[in-house]
RNA sequence: GGGAGCUUAGCUCAGUUGGUUCAGAGCAUCGCCCUUACAAGGCGGGGGUCGUUGGUUCGAGUCCAACAGUUCCCACCA
């Protein structure tokens, strides 16, 4: 049958994945076998692959693959996130569009579509890795919103609630106007802004006592209004919150202000001057206006001082009533505002421009503004401890390891999480407020903290009477709030295998620790950090033992591939295009673990390639007849043993490469096997000359080559490899490459790996001589060696640069192009055409090189300092190359003699 | 403001304890070839004073210092 001479990976991986898929062999359950386990990040359930999933993916399926190729039980569990606040949000513009808003249809409403969202596109991602040949045992696909992973959740948080690491208070958090609900400071991004630094003026207040004086230093400012500061700010429309100015008491310049008192410009409330260390004297003015509800810092003032704490904006950061004026506003439009009628009171004294750094909401991307309110928080201190130990002292690696220097400074700096969400897509808090009213008429509101409404209530009764808790008066209500999505991220290793709830089931106990973890670095505080301190907490052990960190994937011109950018391609296309062998060779090539890899599509094309040259390796081969009565030829029997030899060198390479998770240097090593040793030397050193057909300990032997490379490539390509498996010999049913074991490291011939790289460079020069001298590779030539020279290659020369001859001589032949390997001297004798100065002119290149290199050696081995102070294996190095240098360079003065003679 | 990393061929990167197995790889490029597995190919070639400047050393891409450029992380200077 006719192959095509091109590999069509369409027509081959959506056959194999299948055959996996019915022969189960993704599956795993626990038995004797040492197990391999991975679990998946798992990306948001309503999302679409990208590029970074396709690295990420790429790298966990190659581990797995590997791993069950080398007899582990491998276990990859996939699964999805409910991605909280992004599947909320992308809910709520849905309904926004049909005129609906969530408040108005309440929460079991607002879940109903939220659970209708996610089924209609959740999923999508997962059947998108299949077509890129992820070997995930779907049977155990989880959810971190599905039943075992949602109790997880909650058993943790009333266990931790129990513990005291769980509490609940006001606190200055985070808050994301749009989303409408509080964020960890790990959802906070900070971005440069060129903005404008407003210079306000507060005058004083005029009465009997207030008499400014002037010290040494004071700088005082005065108008005919009166005397007035001035405050530097970057958001004046926050002045309606003011409650205060601050100076520096060592402040030699605000002297003058001290215990005074200052009128808010526009708002005209009087506010007192307050002193406190924390300004800074060199910043601005030296006046920093207070407005404790609106910053973390002045929060921190205001508790100091006792201040007033003025809220002046609504949840989605409008003006609130409580400002008295703007209000309705949009926090931007009455900056703009603000100003206008600023400058117009005369209360602007400058803008400068000034770059300031400002927090975005991660996910919105609208400004965070700090917000004073009641949520959940998680302690971390202890937290934190337990889960630094493991990585600083080696039982968690780290690759690249630079990332433990980060890992450490954020868990010694750590603060406590705020866990709490004003959302309704995720796991509710398991808090209840139990609401009564006693005897004298006081409401009271007690916080029980339980693991369904049932204990709740139970717990309701115990503390406070069944009489009370059945009064109409008496209230139960859960808190509305959900978790924020990283509390059930965070228990991923232990929850897909049931570990929070039954920590004593088998398959929890066969399968955690897991091994390898691969992520990408941006999400280190918030998941790979929170593993571990869950793994450590819940099961004193780590949640797994190596941590790859991926690049970040990026377009060719060092862009971050976005949808704004349009710069990010569609995987799928991809895979389309370059079928997913192509694609997953393209991502691994250039992706050496921690480093971003600047995406281009030529490394898929690249990867389709390479595919292409296998595919026609095997057409060759297919091509061939065994003719059983044939004998092995000199050349073939020499290849078999050098390929053997360089094989097994190769895999050890190989192996110590995966091992270290070097794996783009893995798979070069492999493609270059393939490619330049395998097809460019073993097979052309092994073809049968034309119409002959190929001995039979040859063939089985080349058989056994390609099954051994495609083994090694396997884990990088699982389609094509599959193909060839079952291309170049009559399996069994059952006996498929993914299940097969990896080729065992052999004893390696270095002797013949020597002999064969000579021989490399006596062809190479060859090659080149018939390059330069135009000779076409159908007329044969001779090859003249001077001297003696070991022999056993001379069949593959011979056959590789077509050389009807390979004769030993005593003497230089006359008339020849000559060159020189090691120390030996070959000629290829051509009739006529010798240029003898051509050949001078090159040979004195030589010479004039190898006299240059002799000249450094032995200018160190005349420096005693250097023959006393080296090891003296690198003296006897020197020595060697002394000695080499020497009978090079009077070989090729010999040839100059007798050219010039 | 603090900290970490990076800077080697046109591009993307290796270079693990300082010593021609150290100046490499892949891609790109150039020349010649439709040689019956492969033009998504074959064969051959060119290309870097290892960011700069000092220092340590017999010897530095490799160690140290400073500087420049660059990336990232952290941080409550309005």
């Known amino acids: 049958m006719e192959i095509s001479s091109k590999y069509s990976p369409q027509e081959v991986e959506g056959k194999w994945y299948e055959h996996w898929m ?142 005291g690491l ?29 903005s404008k630094l407003f210079y306000l003026k507060y005058y004083l207040v005029e009465s009997g006592e207030c008499k400014v004086e002037s010290e040494e230093g004071s700088i005082i400012h005065q108008d005919e ?77 205001g508790q100091k001082h006792n201040l007033e704490s003025i809220n002046i904006f609504n949840d989605n950061a409008t003006i609130s009533e409580a400002a008295g004026m703007y209000v309705g506003m949009s926090r931007e439009d009455c900056r703009k ?67 433990v220097n980060l890992y450490r400074h954020w868990l010694e700096n750590i603060k406590d999480w705020c866990i709490s969400r004003q959302l309704w897509w995720g796991h509710q808090i398991p808090a209840w407020y139990f609401e009564w009213k ?35 008066f008496s209230v139960l209500r859960q808190d509305d709030d959900a978790l924020d999505t990283w509390f059930s991220s965070w228990l991923w290793p232990l929850s897909l295998f049931n570990g929070i709830l039954d920590p004593d089931n088998a398959e929890f106990k066969y399968y955690y620790p897991t ?85 281009d599509e030529a490394l898929c094309e690249q990867g389709r390639n390479f595919c292409n040259k296998i595919w026609n390796a095997l057409r060759l081969v297919k091509g061939w007849n065994v003719d059983e009565n044939a004998a092995q030829p000199e050349a073939a029997k020499m290849a078999v043993k050098w390929f053997d030899a360089r094989f097994n060198q190769v895999l050890a390479e190989t192996n110590d490469n995966i091992d270290k998770y070097r794996l783009s240097d893995a798979l070069m090593g492999i493609y270059k096997l393939t490619w330049d040793d395998f097809c460019s030397w073993y097979l052309e050193m092994v073809k049968a000359p034309q119409g002959q057909g190929i001995d039979r300990v040859t063939y089985d032997a080349t058989i056994k080559f390609f099954e051994n490379l495609m083994l090694l490539l396997h884990p990088f390509m699982p389609f094509i490899t599959e193909e060839i498996w079952h291309a170049i010999a009559d399996r069994k049913e059952g006996d498929d490459i993914i299940i097969a074991q990896q080729p065992k490291l052999q004893a390696i011939d270095e002797q013949i790996l020597k ?44 056959k590789l640069c077509n050389v009807s001859e390979v004769s030993y001589v005593a003497e230089a032949p006359a008339g020849a192009f000559g060159f020189i390997v090691g120390s030996t001297e070959f000629f290829v004798p051509l009739t006529g055409s010798v240029d003898v100065e051509a050949e001078i002119k090159k040979l004195e290149e030589e010479l004039r090189y190898a006299q240059g290199f002799l000249k450094s050696v032995e200018a160190k081995l005349a420096n005693e300092r250097f023959v006393n102070g080296a090891p003296a294996a690198v003296v006897e190095k020197e020595r060697k190359k002394k000695a080499d240098a020497e009978a090079k360079i009077a070989v090729i003065e010999q040839q100059l003699a007798s050219l010039r003679k």
């Open 515 to 599: 091994n390898d973890l691969i992520t990408a670095p941006d999400i280190i505080f918030f998941w790979v950090a929170r593993m571990i301190m869950a793994g450590e907490e819940y099961q004193d052990e780590v949640p797994f033992k190596n941590v790859y960190f991926t690049g970040i994937v990026r377009d060719k011109l060092g862009r971050k591939m976005s949808k704004s950018l349009g710069n990010s391609p569609d995987p799928i296309e991809l895979i389309d295009k370059f079928g997913a062998d192509g694609v997953r060779m393209g991502m691994m090539l250039s992706a050496p673990a921690g480093n971003d890899i600047l995406f």
């Open 225 to 301: 209004k009166g005397y007035y500061a001035v405050v530097a700010t970057t958001r004046p429309e926050t002045i309606m919150g003011d409650t205060a100015m601050c100076i520096n008491p060592n402040d030699p310049k605000n002297q003058w202000l001290r215990g005074k008192k200052v009128v808010v410009p526009l708002v005209n409330r009087v506010i007192p001057v307050i002193e406190d260390d924390y300004v800074d004297i060199e910043f601005g003015t030296g006046c920093l206006k207070v407005t404790p509800a609106h910053d973390v810092n002045d929060y921190m003032l």
């Open 438 to 472: 006693t005897e004298n008429g006081e409401r009271k509101v007690d916080v029980i903290v339980a693991l369904n409404k049932e204990e709740a209530e139970k717990i309701a009764i115990e503390k406070h009477g069944l009489s009370v808790f059945r009064s109409p």
């Open 22 to 163: 019915e022969k189960n062999y993704f599956h795993s359950t626990p038995d004797e076998r040492e197990p391999y386990t991975i679990v998946i990040p798992p990306p948001n359930v309503t999302g679409v692959l990208h590029m970074g999933h396709m690295m990420n993916n790429t790298i966990q399926d190659i581990l797995i693959r590997r791993a069950r190729m080398q007899g582990k039980n491998a276990c990859w569990v996939p699964g999805t996130d409910h991605a909280s606040i992004a599947t909320e949000a992308k809910v709520v513009n849905k309904l926004a569009q049909q005129g609906i808003k969530k408040t108005d249809i309440g929460r079991e409403e607002f879940l109903k579509h939220a659970w209708d969202w996610t089924h209609e596109h959740g999923g999508i991602i997962l059947k998108q890795l299949r077509r890129l040949g992820c070997s995930c045992d779907w049977e155990r696909t989880s959810f971190t919103m599905d039943d075992i992973r949602s109790k997880s959740v909650i058993r943790a948080f009333v266990d931790l609630y129990n513990k």
């Open 337 to 403: 505002q603000i100003v206008i009628d600023l400058k117009e009171a005369g209360l602007l004294e400058k803008i400068e421009d000034y770059n300031n750094k400002v927090g975005y909401s991660e996910r919105t991307n609208v400004p965070i503004e700090p917000k004073l309110s009641m949520q959940w928080f998680l302690k971390m201190e202890h937290l934190a401890d337990i889960a630094l130990k493991p990585v600083l002292n080696g039982d968690i690696k780290f690759y690249p390891s630079k990332y």
């Open 755 to 798: 002999q064969f790289e000579f021989t490399q460079e006596v062809i190479n020069n060859v090659r080149k001589v018939r390059s330069d001298k135009n000779i076409a590779f159908r007329d044969a030539i001779q090859l003249v060696v001077k001297g003696t020279a070991n022999k056993d290659f001379d069949c593959v020369i011979a």
């Open 166 to 194: 769980i509490y609940r208070g006001v606190r200055m958090v985070n808050w994301d106007p749009k989303a409408l609900t509080a964020l960890s400071d790990e959802e906070v991004i900070f971005k440069d802004e060129h």
